[in-house]
């Protein structure tokens, strides 16, 4: 028996309707079309400001009208970083807003908007981007019915250019963003550093020499009394003899409170002598050579001088070492200083020895902290401050006997 085959036609299922098109060249094709009136704005405003403040130059409105522009400008580049990252998908940050609060008053503030490098930049994009802004819709236009093929290539190559004046014009620069953080981060370390040290004098002013003189206050009153009563005895003449040793100590912590704050042998003779003072209380003997021909600033001599007796107090509390050098120098705009000792080693600024402090303290003024001490010795710390010639006043100080 013969069987009928029937046969059926089938198909593979269809892929699913989409644009030819992906998302990423959708949104840079946005970012072309829009250009023109997003130029045409920017444009009109940097043209329309530039010649209205130049023509007012000559009045007294002219340099507060074009430093209102200048801020206004920066609105204009925040919304072209924003348009930027979300079509373009750039990445760029925000510039540093103007340090315009307590900078001196209304002429100091319209100065420094005046001077204002992101403003500028911003300005000489939204000038330069008409022609460009105008090729780039009319290319974009014209692809997108006749050439939409190869638009992909042609938006993308056109928005390469785009990504390209946007990081060259709008981007914060790198090293001056940097460097402002880098300023501000000192600045705090300074008044850390300033509110610390001032705690410090007050809380030995109050566990020192003020409780030694209010000993001395209360014996010299009960000796007075003794007096008075007519008891001029031998217990007398002890209280009064104990109040004489409590005013020789504390006139030595006084002293030695001054030599913490700023030692007066640093103030009349320099580094040197200052110097020379310090590694004779150390342990370990100390070789101390300063080779400078004149006196650096007084800020910058007081922080060399707290930095190597702070080092040389790590050499006597810390390193067991014997022998120690202590080095000046200047070099070019630099003033160096390198501490050595044959101590054990292993020192580091998470060693809890103060060297911590020490790196933000010199960190703060430009200047550089370097430790080399490997476990087992020698221990090489080496300093770098910026060098600043003293003024009439370290003059004064050096003409005093």
């Not at 080496?382 to 005093?400: K, S, V």
């Amino acid at each position: 028996m013969a069987t009928r085959r029937t046969s059926r036609t089938t198909s593979d299922p269809l892929v699913p309707a989409r644009f030819a098109l992906g998302a990423q060249t959708w949104r840079e094709i946005a970012h072309l079309l829009a250009n023109l009136p997003v130029t045409l704005l920017g444009f009109t405003y940097v043209v329309t400001v530039l010649f209205t403040s130049a023509w007012l130059t000559v009045t007294v409105i002219g340099f507060p009208l074009l430093a209102a522009a200048l801020m206004g400008a920066r609105q204009l580049g925040k919304l072209e970083r924003a348009r930027a990252r979300a079509l373009l998908r750039v990445q760029v940050d925000e510039p540093s807003p103007l340090p315009l609060r307590g900078n001196g008053g209304f002429f100091a503030q319209v100065w420094t908007s005046v001077k204002d490098p992101v403003g500028w930049r911003t300005m000489l994009y939204e000038f330069i981007r008409l022609p460009w802004s105008i090729a780039t819709f009319t290319i974009t236009l014209v692809s997108l019915f006749v050439l939409w093929p190869v638009l992909p290539y042609i938006a993308r190559g056109l928005t390469n250019a785009d990504r390209a004046m946007v990081r060259g014009l709008l981007c914060p620069s790198e090293e001056l963003e940097r460097r402002i953080a880098e300023l501000e981060s000192d600045r705090g370390v300074v008044v850390d550093t300033a509110a610390a040290d001032l705690r410090r004098i007050e809380r030995d002013l109050h566990d020192g020499a003020q409780a030694r003189l209010v000993n001395l206050a209360m014996g010299l009153g009960l000796a007075k009394e003794k007096l008075l009563e007519g008891q001029a005895d031998e217990h007398v003449a002890a209280m009064v003899e104990e109040a004489h040793g409590e005013v020789k100590l504390a006139l030595q912590e006084l002293r030695d409170l001054a030599r913490g704050i700023h030692p007066a042998v640093l103030t009349d003779r320099g580094l040197d002598a200052a110097l020379s003072a310090v590694a004779s209380r150390c342990t370990a003997s100390v070789k101390v050579a300063v080779d400078l021909r004149t006196r650096p600033a007084a800020a910058i001599e007081g922080i060399a001088y707290f930095t190597v007796s702070e080092l040389l107090q790590n050499v006597s509390k810390h390193s067991g070492a014997k022998s120690a050098s202590v080095d000046v120098w200047r070099s070019d705009e630099r003033l160096l200083i390198q501490v050595w000792d044959d101590g054990r080693g292993g020192a580091g600024l998470d060693g809890g020895t103060g060297m911590t402090g020490l790196a933000e303290r010199l960190g703060a003024v430009d200047g550089l902290f370097v430790i080399d001490s490997p476990v087992g010795g020698p221990t090489t710390v080496t300093a770098e401050l910026p060098w600043r010639d003293r003024g009439a006043e370290g003059g004064a100080a050096r003409g005093r006997p």
